[in-house]
């Protein structure tokens, strides 16, 4: 057999279910490698198609000679890295996947993949990834029954289980908590009715709303990044609102809005703070003394009754503990807020999340006739083994790898899985691990 060498870059929690896929094919000869081996060499096991290799992304002849001759590389390291990668991917003429947005630096090297034949296949994670895929199989469906799409709705979120779902937040941590919080600073874009909404960047929680997802009933909805891009990228012209959202559980965005008027969404650095507490922090926001009841006082900033919702949300996350903060590497009151969030929002074992994804697509055909579209995802994780966030991440992008590997591909350049080519078989295949969205369609 033709052995394919692949190189996963990254063996954090999220790259599991992706290492394992690959380990089972037996075309492939998988090399994993991560600044802690040890990282690799657990989720590898003894298995021998299976490669673990220490590896300092920021070395790049190091880096250089650990792809030197595979077919394609999987990155699931921060996005940071990827542009840095792929121009070592074009220097050895390999191919790439990474899960994550396509950057500007990343598209200025279209033109240099297409010249050496090489795919460069991003956005291949959950969101962005499935949503893309799914949302394109059900928009080139009905352009081939002549159908105009005239609204666009696409939301996504990961989240704890209804079950799991035990802390007064409404939230628990399957990614960086520095990086939802830092998401929270975003501005935003849509189409609304044929009205362009810009949300300025720090007024994103402002802009939310209440929303019914298929078998989980009601939920919130914030927007998520420029949904207007997606009017030309996915086809939509005749589409009068665009939106892709962000879905939590209601009361989400108004605790986020609270910390940002505190001062906790604030990325200044202040190593005072390593000095100090989180419940000093807290007081330092309010400009309360000492001596001040911090409940009290939290409660007359916000103009809320002392045993408001807001408030023991609040008091439950621990801003008002003394816990010390002199291990935090970098000191700000968002570093801050994001640790609490690692102490206090963690999945306990046995516990599951979800990932939800619902588009909601209304269509014109050719008699007038209209439908609404509503179509759902729920996956959860596994009690004691893979979380739903790891397995919609990773799994595309090795499934898309192995096919980039077998050359079942025709593709060249930048891409995100939009084409027919990519999510036909990507999506066939996530079907066979019981991912996939089911479709509701009614005339209306």
Known sequence: ?????????????????????????DEIDLHVADLDKGKAVD???????????????NQPEQLGELISGSKVVVSMLPYTYHTQIAELCLENNIHLVTASYVSDSMLALDKAARAKGLLFLNELGADPGIDHMSAMQIIHKLKGENAKILSFESDCGGLPAPESNNNPLG???????????????????????????????????????????????EMEVYPNRDSTIYQSLYGLEDAHTVIRGTIRYTGWSNLMLALQKLGYLDDTENPELRRSTIRRVTGLLLKATPAQDFFRKCAEFFNLPVDSLLIKQLRWLGLFDDIPLSDLSYASP???????MTLKMQYLPGEQDMLVMEHNIVAEYPDGRRDSIISTLLDYGQPGGDTSMSRTVSLPAAIGARLIANDKIPLTGVHIPIQPEIYQPVLKELAAFGIQLREIKKQI
């Open 1 to 25: 057999m033709n052995m394919k060498k692949i190189i996963f870059l990254g063996a954090g929690l999220v790259s599991r279910p992706g290492i394992r896929y690959l380990l089972q094919c």
């Open 334 to 340: 968002l570093d801050v807020i994001a640790k609490l």
């Open 171 to 217: 939230y628990k941590i399957s990614w960086s908590p520095r990086g939802i919080v830092m998401a929270g600073r975003n501005g935003a874009k849509f189409l609304k009715d044929n009205e362009i909404i810009n949300v300025p960047k720090g007024e994103l929680f402002n802009y939310h709303w209440r929303k019914k997802i298929n078998g989980l009933g």
């Open 43 to 57: 989720i590898i096991g003894k298995h021998f198609r299976g490669n673990a290799h220490a590896l300092d992304v």
